[in-house]
C-alpha cells in the first residue's frame, strides 16, 4: 500500500544507515510505474493500513476532499480513489520541486517526528504508524489533531505511543532535514494548506518534553 500510494513515483532512493532513515540516497526516477489494487488484497490488515497513512498525509497537505474520504468515506470501498489523489498529488509537488529544494519538502508532514520514532521502534513501529504519531505531534491544534487521530483510528493506527523525549530527541537531531542547531518541519495548520517552518532544537526539545507528558 505504501508504494502505491506514495514511493512508487518521485525518485527518491535512499538507505538506512546506523538506525537513522534515508540518509544516503540520490534521485533516480522510475521508467515505468505500474499498479494493480487488487494486489493489495494479499495483504495483512495491519501492512494494508500502514501504508494509507500517506494517503492521510496527502489529504492533509493539499488535499481536503482526500482527507474527508478518511473522515467519513468507505476506505476500502474508495481505494482506487484515494491511491489516484494521492499520486496526483505527489506528481504535482514533484514535477514543480524534483529535488526538494522548496515545495517539496511538504511531503514530510510528519516524517520528521516520524522518522525519529521509526529509528527508536524499529521492531514495533511501521513507517505509516511512525508518521501518523509524528502528524499528531507537530499538531498545536487541538481540533485538528482530533481530527487527525480519529482518521487513524479508523485506520486501526496508534494514536499514543510511550517514549523517552531525550532519546527520541537525540535520533531527531541526526535527521537529514537538520542543520547545526535548526530542523525543518512541516506544520499544517488547515486541512489541504501546509507550510515549512525552521525551528530551533530547544523548540523540538521543548515540545517532545510535552509530548512526553501528555
Known amino acids: 500500500t505504501l508504494s502505491q500510494i506514495d514511493s512508487s513515483i518521485g525518485g527518491k532512493v ?34 494494508f493500513n500502514n501504508g494509507l497513512v500517506e494517503a492521510l498525509k496527502a489529504g492533509c497537505i493539499q488535499d481536503a476532499e482526500l482527507f474527508q474520504l478518511f473522515e467519513e468515506g468507505d476506505i476500502e470501498q474508495q481505494l482506487e480513489q484515494i491511491l ?13 520541486d524534483e529535488t526538494e529544494q522548496g515545495l517539496r519538502k511538504i511531503l514530510n508532514y510528519g516524517h520528521t ?11 514495533q513501529c511501521y513507517h505509516g504508524e511512525a508518521v501518523g504519531l509524528g502528524m499528531l505531534m507537530i499538531c498545536e491544534d487541538e481540533k485538528l489533531r482530533n481530527r487527525i487521530r480519529n482518521c487513524l483510528n479508523r485506520l486501526e493506527c496508534p494514536t499514543d505511543i510511550s517514549f523517552n ?50
Not at 489516484?84 to 514543480?96: A, G, Q
Open 14 to 47: 535512499a538507505i538506512n544507515v546506523d538506525g537513522i532513515k534515508n540518509c544516503v540516497g540520490a534521485f533516480w526516477q522510475p521508467k515505468l510505474v505500474l499498479i494493480d489494487p487488487e494486489v493489495l488484497s494479499t495483504l495483512p490488515k495491519r501492512h
Open 84 to 96: 489516484l489523489r494521492s499520486l496526483m498529488m505527489k506528481k504535482r509537488v514533484v514535477e514543480e
Open 113 to 123: 517526528i516520524g522518522h525519529a520514532i521509526e529509528s527508536c521502534f524499529m521492531s
Open 165 to 214: 523525549a531525550e532519546e527520541l530527541y537525540e535520533v531527531l537531531t541526526m535527521d537529514k532535514k537538520a542543520g547545526k542547531n535548526t530542523i525543518s518541519v512541516v506544520v499544517v495548520d488547515k486541512i489541504g494548506e501546509a507550510r515549512v517552518e525552521t525551528r530551533s532544537f530547544a523548540q523540538m526539545k521543548e515540545l517532545l518534553n510535552r509530548r512526553e507528558a501528555e
